[in-house]
T-cell receptor, first 115, second 111 residues
Framework: AQSVAQPEDQVNVAEGNPLTVKCTYSVSGNPYLFWYVQYPNRGLQFLLKYITGDNLVKGSYGFEAEFNKSQTSFHLKKPSALVSDSALYFCAVRDTTSGTYKYIFGTGTRLKVLA | ETGVTQSPTHLIKTRGQQVTLRCSSQSGHNTVSWYQQALGQGPQFIFQYYREEENGRGNFPPRFSGLQFPNYSSELNVNALELDDSALYLC??????????FGQGTRLTVV
């Protein structure tokens, strides 16, 4: 079965410092990986995706993610955190076995950027 | 903001009642998926519609049903509501296997 894991419930980082939100995956075949962000009482906003190609993926709002096949990881990063980045972040893998395009989400990591 | 809109944004229902949630997909998107996000959890896949046909379903009972219309908008219907159905319901639209865009969600509270 395909799955993703987000080992940290919460990550705290000081404003201006680099941030990393961790994600590992388990899939059969090539992974289709995504990061979404959720602000309070809102839906999910797409940040970036990895389908194929360069292992470093750049996305919205200055975020990037590094795909590491040997470690089966897809960590989200940003060089300099902003207080406005505080939100709930979800890693997801797209199911490629069922014939649908459904996402399988992790449990989420709450990012808190401290001023 | 995405072009996916959901209505209503909030509603409160009594256990045993029925509810219909609506979703207007982004222009050009022919695939709509519904997810349930319980408090403190990640979204869970309910089902997906492609060109008005259900083409995938998650681990949800038959009292969760849906429709997709010719303009690709969609409805989620839940019968015989239970307390555990209280959650944020998210609609996502996409074109083929491109990334999905989510609506702001409908917060359902069952009392």
């Amino acid at each position: 079965a395909q799955s993703v894991a987000q080992p940290e419930d919460q990550v705290n980082v000081a404003e201006g410092n680099p941030l990393t939100v961790k994600c590992t995956y388990s899939v059969s075949g090539n992974p289709y990986l995504f990061w979404y962000v959720q602000y309070p009482n809102r839906g999910l906003q797409f940040l970036l995706k990895y389908i194929t190609g360069d292992n470093l993926v750049k996305g919205s709002y200055g975020f990037e993610a590094e795909f590491n096949k040997s470690q089966t990881s897809f960590h989200l990063k940003k060089p300099s955190a902003l207080v406005s980045d505080s939100a709930l972040y979800f890693c997801a893998v797209r199911d490629t076995t069922s014939g649908t395009y459904k996402y399988i989400f992790g449990t989420g990591t709450r990012l808190k950027v401290l001023a | 903001e995405t072009g996916v809109t959901q209505s209503p944004t909030h509603l409160i229902k009594t256990r045993g009642q029925q509810v219909t949630l609506r979703c207007s997909s982004q222009s050009g998107h022919n695939t709509v998926s519904w997810y349930q996000q319980a408090l403190g959890q990640g979204p869970q896949f309910i089902f997906q519609y492609y060109r008005e046909e259900e083409n995938g379903r998650g681990n949800f009972p038959p009292r969760f049903s849906g429709l997709q219309f010719p303009n690709y908008s969609s409805e989620l219907n839940v019968n015989a509501l239970e307390l555990d159905d209280s959650a944020l319901y998210l609609c996502a639209s996409s074109w083929a296997n491109t990334e999905a865009f989510f609506g702001q969600g409908t917060r359902l509270t069952v009392v």
